[in-house]
């Protein structure tokens, strides 16, 4: 990743990937009521090693914790420099959550995982269903549980979000995704 690479651009590109593709495939059904309030906090790590971004983990679930749920809901910690390898990436989501462990926020917080390049288990790496988790920039997703499980008492089936979203990206194809994400011309934009 560029050095010159700015925060501005590294948030204008994961905004313009939350409500293109998250929102506007409606990937995530309860994304849209958070971003219209608001309530999503976009943070860019510099961090250069994964023990940097352990640190600056440390700080955005510390911080997230403490804040009023009305005014910040969500934080993506974006980190545009650090784990660009996706199995390295993966290997690093055990560290969040032994993070989460030594702050005593289990149940409270957890990390949901995007990257360039995610891959399920199971998957071709270039399956289009990949693209569900696939950001611009490696992001850690910071949630509160109880959002989450006011989420799932709004949609008990969560299962039945996966399979839409399978559907609705192969429609697309890998192609038609790519353009959703790059095209300047799309709606919203």
Same mark, same amino acid.
């Given at each position: 990743?560029?050095? &010159?690479?700015?925060? @501005?651009?590294?948030?204008? !590109? $994961?905004?313009?990937?939350?409500?293109?593709? *998250?929102?506007?495939?409606? +990937?995530?059904?309860?994304?849209?009521?958070?971003?219209?309030?608001?309530?999503?906090?976009?943070?860019?790590?510099?961090?250069?090693?994964?023990?940097?971004?352990?640190?600056?983990?440390?700080?955005?679930?510390?911080? &997230?914790?403490?804040? @009023?749920?009305?005014?910040? !809901? $969500?934080?993506?910690?974006?980190?545009?420099? *650090?784990?660009?390898?996706? +199995?390295?990436?993966?290997?690093?989501?055990?560290?969040?959550?032994?993070?989460?462990?030594?702050?005593?926020?289990?149940?409270?917080?957890?990390?949901?995982?995007?990257?360039?390049?995610?891959?399920?288990?199971?998957?071709?790496?270039?399956?289009?269903?990949?693209?569900?988790?696939?950001?611009?920039?490696?992001?850690?997703?910071?949630?509160?549980?109880?959002?989450?499980?006011?989420?799932?008492?709004?949609?008990?089936?969560?299962?039945?979000?996966?399979?839409?979203?399978?559907?609705?990206?192969?429609?697309?194809?890998?192609?038609?995704?790519?353009?959703?994400?790059?095209?300047?011309?799309?709606?919203?934009?």
């Amino acid at each position: 990743m560029s050095p &010159l690479l700015d925060d @501005d651009r590294v948030i204008a !590109d $994961t905004g313009r990937w939350l409500e293109r593709a *998250v929102i506007g495939l409606n +990937l995530c059904p309860f994304a849209k009521s958070v971003y219209v309030k608001d309530q999503v906090r976009y943070a860019v790590s510099h961090a250069t090693t994964p023990e940097a971004l352990r640190e600056d983990l440390v700080r955005e679930l510390q911080w &997230l914790a403490a804040e @009023d749920p009305q005014r910040t !809901d $969500t934080t993506l910690l974006i980190h545009p420099h *650090v784990l660009q390898d996706f +199995l390295d990436y993966n290997d690093f989501l055990d560290v969040a959550d032994a993070v989460l462990d030594e702050l005593d926020l289990e149940g409270v917080l957890q990390v949901a995982s995007f990257h360039p390049h995610y891959q399920f288990a199971g998957t071709a790496e270039d399956d289009v269903e990949n693209c569900t988790n696939r950001s611009p920039y490696p992001t850690l997703h910071l949630l509160r549980e109880d959002s989450i499980e006011r989420a799932v008492q709004a949609f008990p089936e969560p299962e039945a979000i996966y399979e839409a979203n399978i559907r609705t990206l192969r429609a697309l194809g890998r192609e038609g995704f790519e353009r959703l994400l790059n095209d300047d011309a799309a709606p919203g934009r």
